[in-house]
């Protein structure tokens, strides 16, 4: 049972444009939601993160939307860069624990 | 401030052996979680330290086990290595561990044989 799901395995956009990284949830008592990049062979770096009480929070170029209704997530890095080029992973965690449940990730590419 | 170091980096271990892992957090943070990478299951949660105490767990079997030390470092002890036990593990950590955000190691790449 797959409570975390990013449903496309790769996406693909060009330097400067506008790159959107999505993933649902399934279980309800999730309240804290992360976004991590990572390269091969290294851990996951952190990018943002949003409680359940928001549903949009902002860092620079990454904008993270929860829309709670739907059980789902996105990510969205404007402008992309060539430096984005990774493997994306949205996690979820429930109140006070600290075990993430990650999603299979999203491979984003950048095309100059 | 230093980051989550992971030590070896790299190990090549046979079935049967069994392996021991260490974890170093950011100074000050108390909480130490361990995940395991694999192609095929994805990143999966171990286990976590808090207060040299484990206080979560994950769907893993006894054979994977862990502790935490007064320093707050922690180890993750994998006893009669199996082929499926191949996989990056990482360690993250993070503050006062209720709600936190968790800052991941470089990992650890075991190869069982």
């Known amino acids: 049972d797959q409570q975390v799901k990013q449903n496309s395995p790769s996406l693909s956009v060009q330097e400067g444009r506008i790159s959107i990284l999505n993933c649902d949830y399934t279980?309800?008592?999730?309240?804290?939601f992360l976004w991590y990049k990572k390269y091969p062979a290294e851990g996951p770096t952190f990018l943002i993160s949003?409680?359940?009480?928001?549903d949009k929070n902002e860092d620079g170029r990454f904008t993270v939307f929860l829309n709670k209704s739907a059980k789902h997530l996105s990510l969205h890095i404007v402008p992309s860069q060539p430096g984005d080029s990774a493997v994306y992973f949205c996690?979820?965690?429930?109140?006070?624990?600290?075990?993430?449940?990650f999603g299979q990730g999203t491979r984003l590419t950048i095309n100059p | 401030k230093a980051g989550v170091t992971q030590t070896p980096r790299y190990l090549i271990k046979t079935r049967g052996q069994q392996v021991t892992l260490s974890c170093s957090p950011i100074?000050?943070?108390?909480?130490v979680s361990w995940y395991q990478q694999t192609p095929g299951q994805g990143l999966q949660f171990l286990f976590e330290?808090?207060?040299?105490?484990?206080?979560n767990k994950g769907n893993f079997p006894g054979r994977f086990s862990g502790r935490q030390f007064s320093n707050s470092r922690s180890e993750m002890n994998v006893s009669t290595l199996e082929l499926g036990d191949s996989a990056l593990y990482l360690c993250?950590?993070?503050?006062?561990?209720?709600?936190?955000?968790?800052?991941f190691g470089p990992g650890t790449r075991l190869l069982v044989l």
């Open positions: 993250a950590s993070s503050g006062t561990g209720m709600g936190e955000t968790q800052y």
């Open positions: 279980n309800s008592m999730f309240d804290y």
């Open positions: 949003i409680s359940s009480i928001k």
């Open positions: 996690a979820a965690s429930v109140a006070g624990a600290q075990k993430l449940v």
């Open positions: 100074s000050g943070h108390r909480s």
């Open positions: 330290y808090f207060s040299e105490t484990q206080r």
